[in-house]
């Protein structure tokens, strides 16, 4: 940490934790409904406890994506965040938003469409709330004394991020119309504009830890998000495939989503590539570890997993089964929030001058958590794959299939269980680290000073030369 | 070698490209959603069922176009699979059809002191009308017909043409063999109604099929609420039901 005002990523990573904690409680809510304990029917139904579990999901991810910014843009732009106040004002207005959309699902209060649940009057406060956050970083970039390519990919991705939830908020009396545009918010956000924000943070990270020259990693963060918008873009076809759309979307679909794995793979061996080209050993061995996890994992669960049902030939069978939860949850783990949690791991330390990333409980955290995501993602597969043959190819009634997977939600909760025990860990350790102080900025920056190889970028303003790591 | 900025470039005209290919095709799709989901056929009615579609967030649960949550049954075809009569009964109180198995809200479909008699049955008349034009709606063939089924012998499996339940009034057709079977045909939750008759006696049976609660206090049977030419037209069914 270099600037005073970096400080306020702290509370946004903070919120993340809590947001994050409950989601996993409102998930075993959903797994003990599913092995047919469902004790809380009464007051917290399934499509309750499935909204809230995706909806905090969402909206912890977006504080992190704010708190990463906030982080990175004063470092990349070399200057403090242009209005301080503004973002403590948005911090809180974000927080109270979520907060009152969550309690409304328990009464009822939303609007019913997958992701988008959120009711309007709050849509209209999101907006006003992520135009206030866009403007304060674009004003930090252009104030700045440089414009890196990893301040302007993650600004481009953020700001279109915001322009894509515009869409979602057109709803039409057509249920085939309003399907259409929930996807270009929902499929243009995670396979589309969030990679833009996933290859900025990734790109930091590496710049940091491994010490590979700025330009080497800035320039393939082009290619990958080239490519990501390559296939993702087209790629929105795989959900216009049986929801009403014309059959050529069959075709396009097909063939673009089938490109999608090649962003996510070239993400991946970007990471290792770069990890093990860097000359650097960086004593924040755990961040480096979430790093390269989050590049991996995100190619097999969004990758790999998303290929494995998204041709049309298998689609016609596995849509809108237990397959999709298979795949929609190793993705968003292994894409995004290991995504934030590496940035956090990264940036505790130099936040508070605390060196917590030792010892056994950071490591915990990392393998309990990953491999409890495995575990989980195989018993979603078992259920899916079941419920594919037996139900859609089969023929068998719905109920009579579900209560005979029943044993395998057991087991959904016993990895569930293994996976937060490692987010536990990890929560233990970020509290461990205790509040950010200036004293350690004072001393990263003169670390920093010394060392000085973060070089500038060819795109920055102020010209730095760039020494070769 | 390549270069930051030819990667630049490839970046950039990539996304662009693809960006203007997606717009067309998103006008010509567009373009052909009226005629794809009989747009003209969507009444007042169908659109005010989409409207409690997404009031209640049904796909918090079930899959409608394959789109919800896995938790409940896949809803595109359900007028197929199901009639009228059986989906408006069920939905009045959806546990007492599937007791003790996975459980459904009981939403404004049934008459509480919230919701008047009327609106109770405009609310499931509009919910069926909706599902009645999603079944029309060109889906390229989704959801398929199961291609490995055995020859099963649902409740939805048609009637054989010499079965005694073609007499049988539309209700126990669709009602009552969801959990009773009859020549074979039908649910195994209930016992099956082959010599009903002979079992029991007609003031008997009026009275358990009226108010089964109310003859055995612990049965899984609900209370269909049936009364008047109704309940008439089924106990004269039930009483054609004899083996002797």
Known sequence: MRFQSQKIAWYFFAACMGLFVLQLIYGFILGFDRMGWEGLHEIIPFNVARATHTNLLVVWLLAGFMGAAYYIIPEEADREIWSPKLAWIQYFSLLAVGVVAIIGYHFNIWEGRKFLEIPRPLDYLVVVNVLAFLFNILMTIWKGKRMTTTAMVLFFGLLTAALLYLPGMWTFDNLVHDSYFRWWVVHLWVEGVWELIMGAILSFLLIKLTGVDREVIEKWLYIIVGFTFLSGILGTGHHYYFTGGPSYWLMIGGVFSALEPLAFLGMALYAIAMARRGGRKHPNRIALSWTIGCAVMSFVGAGALGFAHTLPQVNLWTHGTLVTAMHGHMAFWGAYCMLILALISYALPEMTGRKNYKGWMPEWAFWCSNIGMICMTGAFAVMGVAQVYLERKAGMDFLDVQEGLEVHAFALILAGALFTFGIVLFVKNFISYGLPSDEAMIANASEADATASDSGSTDAIDGAAAPQA | ?244
């Open chain 2, 1 to 244: 070698m390549l270069t930051k900025s030819a990667a630049k470039a490839f970046f950039l005209g990539g996304t662009a490209l693809c960006s203007i290919a997606f717009v067309l095709l998103s006008m010509d799709t567009l373009a052909q959603f009226p005629e794809r989901s009989n747009q003209d056929e969507m009444t007042e009615s169908v659109v005010r069922g989409h409207m409690i579609w997404n009031k209640n967030n049904c796909m918090g649960c079930h899959t409608l176009l394959g789109e919800g949550a896995y938790y409940a049954p896949e809803l595109t075809q359900v007028v197929k699979r199901r009639s009228d009569v059986w989906l408006t009964e069920f939905l009045k109180d959806p546990e007492r059809m599937f007791p003790g198995r996975r459980k459904m809200v009981k939403y404004d479909f049934y008459d509480a002191d919230e919701v008047g008699a009327e609106e109770a049955k405009k609310n499931i008349d509009d919910t069926l009308a909706f599902f009645h034009w999603v079944a029309r709606i060109d889906t390229n063939g989704f959801p398929a017909e199961p291609d490995m089924a055995p020859a099963n012998a649902l409740a939805t499996a048609p009637i054989a043409a010499n079965s005694i339940l073609n007499a049988a009034p539309e209700y126990v057709k669709s009602v009552c063999i969801g959990c009773h079977s009859i020549e074979g045909q039908g649910g195994t939750v209930g016992p099956a109604l082959d010599g009903v008759a002979d079992r029991f006696d007609a003031e008997y049976l009026r009275k358990w099929v009226a108010d089964p609660l109310s003859v055995k206090p612990d049965t899984t049977m609900p209370n269909l609420g049936l009364k008047g030419e109704q309940l008439d037209d089924i106990l004269n069914f039930l009483g054609t039901l004899k083996e002797n």
